[in-house]
């Protein structure tokens, strides 16, 4: 029997194609993954992002705890900011990548991805015992009485307000949710019910995700369904979902990362705080940023017109003596640039942007390149 | 409800065969396509080839999958559709038109005879 979010009967509604999404039954697509896609990128996209997991860990030890188990720095969030971080094991490896928002000053909401809750909650509580002051931490996992949409695109601005507009007679002068900033969080009324706005996403466009009760959350997705209906809004599934983080270069948890795979080897040494004292995993990453790795995650894109790339499919070098040198982790037809590209893992003296690569597609090589992150760049108007 | 022509013949594995003389064209079904959705590469054989009927002999790329396409039938491609290369949207909108796949001439047309009928079809997916 498959997962379902509150908006299932949403997603029924708009005809979306519900597949098997590890253990959830969620909608790949409504219309076409290329449609919802350009929808993002020109106007606006809504998701379901409510099989996503919350856990909330509080006290006046949580942010140490935090940072004992995160790579990240928490000690530099305020309340009302998020930082994406990772969970390591003892050996770097990655536990998940998770987004973590202060929402309260002993109060951290931690966003974690739906394929990992139970691992992320068994990892932090296994290492609850082991944090020097216990008491001072409490950790709770509300993945099931919260749900989350995430509504992401250019045009979210001009209607974001509508959606969730700020009650005249507040008791502070709360600011409306066009003004927050890139990873602020705060906390907004929608009907009886109080609920958390981030500009946050993972599509590399403007845009919030919202993190309502579960009883909530569907007047929630209809009610920015309407909003941003006369702005181009569009209902979108994880299809689009996966294409639009990948032009990004942006890690997908069991793709780029896994427990086999360090933030410095994924390229995400920029969420690593080295230098904010011990945590799970501090040596390894310190040595391997000392050192150097064996394998580097890179992204790609094709430069021979063919078929998309797709995960598992071999890499070779390039040029005379050409000999497969790692796996496609990554890969999908871009639909802004209209060719092949993807990420990979790859020795490091073939992570250098520019390096030829093949990629080895049905028995045949095709001719690619390593590019730096983001793989698509919106062009600027001069 | 997906477009079955009623002057085609069908395959289990949703391609589609129109006859002309002894040249048989070869596409997917709207069926299929709808499925799939979003067509972003098509992979045909080379002229030349020679194939057998339920041999895989082309690829049709969607964002999220790459589906193989069986011959319903034996004998020589004399043709591919090179604007189905260029612009693999025509798998979509097309299907049973200008989303055509390969021209095939055909080594033993009692094959046909084993393929399923437009009624047969519509009832295999269920319409």
Redesign the interface.
């Given at each position: 029997m498959l997962k379902r979010t509150p908006l299932f009967a949403a997603h029924q509604k708009l005809g979306g194609?519900l597949i098997n999404f590890g253990g959830w039954e969620m909608p790949?697509?409504y219309t076409?993954?290329?449609d919802e896609h350009q929808a993002v990128r020109t106007a606006a996209g809504l998701f379901d992002i409510s099989h996503m997991g919350e856990v909330l860990v509080s006290g006046p030890d949580a942010e140490t705890f935090l940072n004992q188990t995160l790579t990240n720095d928490a000690r530099k969030l305020d309340v009302g900011r998020g930082q994406y971080t990772l969970m390591c094991n003892e050996r770097g490896g990655a536990i998940d990548d998770l987004y973590a928002y202060r929402v309260g000053s002993f109060d951290f909401l931690l966003i974690v991805n739906a394929s990992r809750i139970e691992e992320d909650v068994a990892w932090l509580r296994n290492q609850h015992p082991a944090c020097a002051r216990r008491g001072g931490v409490e950790l709770k996992n509300v993945s099931d009485a919260f749900g989350a949409v995430a509504v992401q695109g250019p045009r979210v601005k001009e209607f974001i307000d509508r959606c969730f507009p700020r009650p005249p007679g507040s008791q502070s002068v709360a600011a409306p949710a066009s003004s927050l900033q890139k990873n602020d969080l705060d906390l907004f009324e929608f009907g009886h019910s109080m609920v958390h706005v981030a500009r946050t996403g993972y599509t590399g466009e403007d845009g919030f995700e919202v993190i309502a009760p579960a009883g909530t959350i569907e007047a929630i997705w209809n009610k920015i369904l309407e909003s941003g209906q006369p702005f181009g809004l569009k209902p979108c599934g994880l299809?689009a979902r996966d294409?639009l983080r990948t032009e990004m270069g942006y890690p997908l948890y069991g793709h780029e990362l896994n427990e086999a795979a360090t933030p410095i080897e994924a390229g995400l040494g920029f969420f690593v705080a080295l230098d904010k004292g011990e945590f799970v995993g501090r040596a390894v990453l310190a040595e391997q940023k000392e050192k150097g790795v064996s394998k580097k995650c890179v992204a790609f894109k094709m430069t021979d017109k063919?078929?998309?790339p797709?995960p598992n499919y071999p890499v070779w070098s390039a040029g005379t003596g050409a000999k497969p040198i790692g796996e496609v982790v990554s890969g999908?037809?871009s639909?802004s640039l209209g060719i092949g590209i993807g990420m990979a893992y790859v020795p490091p003296q073939f992570a250098k942007a520019g390096t030829a690569i093949g990629i080895e597609i049905?028995g045949k090589r095709f001719a690619a390149a390593v590019v730096s992150k983001p793989i698509y760049r919106k062009p600027t108007t001069r | 409800m997906t477009h079955v022509p009623p002057d085609l013949k069908y395959a289990k594995t949703h391609e589609w065969v129109r006859l002309s003389g002894d040249t048989a064209v070869v596409g997917i079904t709207d069926h299929a396509q709808h499925e799939l959705t979003d067509v972003v590469f098509v992979e045909l054989p080379t002229v030349g080839r020679q194939v057998k009927a339920g041999e895989a002999c082309a690829v049709v790329e969607s964002v999220k999958t790459a589906s193989d396409i069986y011959s319903p039938v034996s004998g020589e491609i004399v043709a591919v559709n090179k604007a189905a290369e260029d612009n693999p949207a025509l798998v979509n909108t097309e299907p049973y038109g200008g989303g055509w796949f390969y021209k095939i001439k055909l080594s033993d047309p009692s094959e046909l005879n084993n393929l399923l009928s437009p009624e047969s079809y519509t009832a295999q997916i269920g319409q």
């Open positions: 194609k790949v697509q076409s993954i290329l299809g294409t063919c078929a998309p797709r999908t037809q639909p049905r | -």
